[in-house]
């Protein structure tokens, strides 16, 4: 593979810009898998990252001030980084309006909750542009560029309207929706023109990669051809490769830290404090696409229809705060409250609390105690693009004693399937008959699944999903893409699931 410049672009840059009670401006650097990940690449290939600096353009500090700001975070990154200044209009309607609005809700499935509003949709378009004109002045023909995800969609349309060239892929890190549901969003025609401007599209799953193919051939009719991993959609002057590049973790960051003192020590604090019992874990962002209410009551269901589970099991469910001043996001930590309340109301007894609540976000050798000392972990989203948390789980289970149960519907089913308990999360009583499964699952039974588990997991980790992408991105040719170096699912396992499901 070519040694090219990077270019990342996403809605943020992976640093954190805050302001001190004192006035006084900090960059802290950003967490996460992508900046993990991508960090490394940047610094090989002398790369750039370009994105909202995390702030409006009216609050963001004076030029001089902020440029010292950006050049400290340079230092601390490796690699530059280039701001986009969004104003609080901007930010109203572009994030938290089209983006978070419109395609979060209808790309999970759950378009009953979109608010399609016009507006919405020209502002859009007009940061989008911003972002194009930023990767414009910031790179050249040369130059690889990768957009990420959903908010910034029509980088690459803007791009090529602006009469700039350059080689382009673009990930989308949600799920992308089947044609009946897509077939709902009033800009559905711009959004896949705006897809097919990439040179390079991936997706989580091949589910996903179906979904828009299938969007593809209804709606404009275009020719495909068909590789084992890699699929090119013929348009009139070109040719667009759109590929499954299922995301994932770094595995030996996590499971080098579940190794550690330090968290050894948390963990045997967590079940000293909870003894006698197994720990049901749960981590979650505040979302409705998270399915935690749903969650929360078929544990309560599961208390109700196996009583000889009381007393010794708790569940742990960490909520991690998130759009605050969102109403809707204010409700459902009302409503999930609630549900935790009425639980432990009806099964508390002398020295044993059904569910642990807790309303904050861990640091990192915090959350990854939990991870490696609870013997069930119950991820069930409505809808995930993949979860993630399904895999550091894994990955930072270190003794192989845990029981993954986890939802059809999250991407991170179609490569983990055959070795977790699969479930429906609107399926209450399924539900519960699997946390009672995992419940009385033999230690050498869980410690076979964990093992494979893992090994799938540290095969497939996030280095080798940046390598597949980049590799199939810059290769000449598909003939230079080395396909065994990373899972893609083949066409087969989502039958493999739907016979599991069915089973």
Same mark, same amino acid.
């Given at each position: 593979?070519?040694?090219? %410049?990077?270019?990342?672009?996403?809605?943020?840059?992976?640093?954190?810009?805050?302001?001190?009670? %004192?006035?006084?401006?900090? *960059?802290?650097?950003?967490?996460?898998?992508?900046?993990?990940?991508?960090?490394?690449?940047?610094?090989? %290939?002398?790369?750039?990252?370009?994105?909202? *600096?995390?702030?409006?353009?009216?609050?963001?500090?004076?030029?001089?001030?902020? =440029?010292?700001?950006?050049? !400290?975070?340079?230092?601390?990154?490796?690699?530059?980084?280039?701001?986009?200044?969004?104003?609080?209009?901007? *930010?109203?309607?572009?994030?938290?309006?089209?983006?978070?609005?419109?395609?979060?809700?209808?790309?999970?499935?759950?378009?009953?909750?979109?608010?399609?509003?016009?507006?919405?949709?020209?502002?859009?378009?007009?940061?989008?542009?911003?972002?194009?004109?930023?990767?414009?002045?910031?790179?050249?023909?040369?130059?690889?560029?990768?957009? &990420?995800?959903?908010?910034?969609?029509?980088?690459?349309?803007?791009?090529?309207?602006?009469?700039?060239?350059?080689?382009?892929?673009?990930? +989308?890190?949600?799920?992308?929706?089947?044609?009946?549901?897509?077939?709902?969003?009033?800009?559905?025609?711009?959004?896949?023109?705006?897809?097919?401007?990439?040179? +390079?599209?991936?997706?989580?799953?091949?589910?996903?990669?179906?979904?828009?193919?299938?969007?593809? %051939?209804?709606?404009?009719?275009?020719?495909?051809?068909?590789?084992?991993?890699?699929? @090119?959609?013929?348009?009139?002057?070109?040719?667009?490769?759109?590929?499954?590049?299922?995301?994932?973790?770094?595995?030996?960051?996590?499971?080098?830290?579940?190794?550690?003192?330090?968290?050894?020590?948390?963990?045997?604090?967590?079940? $000293?404090? +909870?003894?006698?019992?197994?720990?049901?874990?749960?981590?979650? @962002?505040?979302?409705?696409?998270?399915?935690?209410?749903?969650?929360?009551?078929?544990?309560?269901? =599961?208390?109700?229809?196996?009583?000889?589970?009381?007393?010794?099991?708790?569940?742990?469910?960490?909520?991690?705060?998130?759009?605050?001043?969102?109403?809707?996001?204010?409700?459902?930590?009302?409503?999930?409250?609630?549900?935790?309340?009425?639980?432990?109301?009806?099964?508390?007894?002398?020295?044993?609390?059904?569910?642990?609540?807790?309303?904050?976000?861990?640091?990192?050798?915090?959350?990854?105690?939990? #991870?490696?000392?609870?013997?069930?972990?119950?991820?069930?989203? !409505?809808?995930?693009?993949?979860?993630?948390?399904?895999?550091? #789980?894994? =990955?930072?289970?270190?003794?192989?004693?845990?029981?993954?149960?986890?939802?059809?519907?999250?991407?991170?089913?179609?490569?983990?399937? &055959?070795?977790?308990?699969?479930?429906?999360?609107?399926?209450?009583?399924?539900?519960?008959?699997?946390?009672?499964?995992?419940?009385?699952?033999?230690?050498?039974?869980?410690?076979?699944?964990?093992?494979? +588990?893992?090994?799938?997991?540290?095969?497939?980790?996030?280095?080798?999903?940046?390598?597949?992408?980049?590799?199939?991105?810059?290769?000449?040719?598909?003939?230079?893409?080395?396909?065994?170096?990373?899972?893609?699912?083949?066409?087969?396992?989502?039958?493999?699931? $739907?016979? &599991?499901?069915? $089973?």
């Amino acid at each position: 593979m070519e040694k090219r %410049r990077l270019a990342v672009i996403s809605n943020r840059l992976p640093i954190v810009l805050k302001k001190e009670k %004192r006035g006084r401006w900090q *960059i802290e650097p950003g967490s996460g898998g992508l900046v993990t990940a991508l960090g490394p690449v940047l610094k090989h %290939r002398d790369g750039i990252w370009i994105g909202w *600096i995390g702030t409006n353009a009216e609050e963001t500090p004076a030029g001089p001030l902020l =440029a010292d700001l950006l050049s !400290l975070g340079t230092r601390e990154t490796g690699y530059s980084l280039k701001p986009v200044n969004l104003s609080r209009e901007e *930010i109203d309607k572009y994030y938290y309006g089209f983006s978070n609005e419109i395609l979060w809700p209808l790309f999970h499935d759950l378009f009953s909750r979109c608010s399609f509003k016009p507006s919405y949709w020209a502002v859009y378009e007009q940061v989008n542009k911003k972002f194009a004109k930023a990767v414009i002045q910031n790179t050249d023909e040369s130059d690889y560029v990768w957009v &990420q995800d959903y908010h910034l969609i029509l980088v690459g349309r803007e791009l090529k309207r602006l009469g700039v060239k350059r080689q382009t892929g673009f990930f +989308l890190h949600i799920p992308f929706p089947p044609l009946d549901i897509f077939l709902k969003l009033p800009w559905r025609f711009e959004i896949l023109e705006a897809l097919l401007e990439y040179d +390079l599209v991936g997706f989580q799953t091949v589910r996903d990669l179906r979904n828009f193919i299938g969007c593809v %051939r209804a709606l404009f009719g275009y020719k495909l051809m068909g590789s084992k991993h890699l699929n @090119r959609i013929i348009l009139h002057d070109r040719e667009v490769l759109v590929g499954a590049f299922p995301i994932s973790i770094d595995y030996r960051e996590f499971e080098d830290l579940a190794r550690t003192g330090e968290v050894a020590e948390t963990a045997w604090i967590i079940h $000293a404090n +909870l003894p006698k019992r197994q720990l049901i874990l749960g981590v979650d @962002r505040l979302d409705y696409t998270k399915g935690i209410p749903e969650r929360l009551l078929a544990f309560g269901h =599961a208390l109700e229809r196996y009583p000889d589970m009381r007393r010794k099991v708790t569940l742990i469910q960490v909520v991690v705060p998130s759009r605050g001043s969102v109403e809707e996001y204010a409700k459902l930590k009302q409503e999930i409250e609630c549900i935790v309340g009425e639980v432990n109301g009806k099964y508390t007894d002398v020295g044993w609390t059904p569910i642990h609540y807790i309303y904050r976000s861990l640091p990192r050798p915090e959350l990854v105690a939990y #991870y490696k000392t609870c013997e069930i972990a119950l991820i069930t989203p !409505l809808k995930d693009g993949m979860n993630l948390i399904a895999k550091e #789980y894994c =990955a930072s289970n270190t003794e192989e004693k845990g029981v993954l149960i986890l939802s059809e519907f999250a991407g991170a089913a179609s490569q983990l399937h &055959q070795n977790v308990l699969l479930v429906n999360p609107y399926d209450r009583q399924r539900v519960a008959d699997a946390i009672h499964t995992a419940f009385l699952m033999p230690h050498d039974e869980r410690q076979a699944r964990m093992k494979r +588990l893992r090994r799938s997991i540290q095969k497939n980790d996030i280095i080798n999903w940046v390598n597949s992408f980049l590799q199939a991105g810059i290769a000449q040719n598909l003939g230079d893409f080395p396909q065994a170096e990373f899972f893609v699912p083949s066409p087969e396992t989502d039958s493999d699931m $739907a016979s &599991q499901v069915n $089973a």
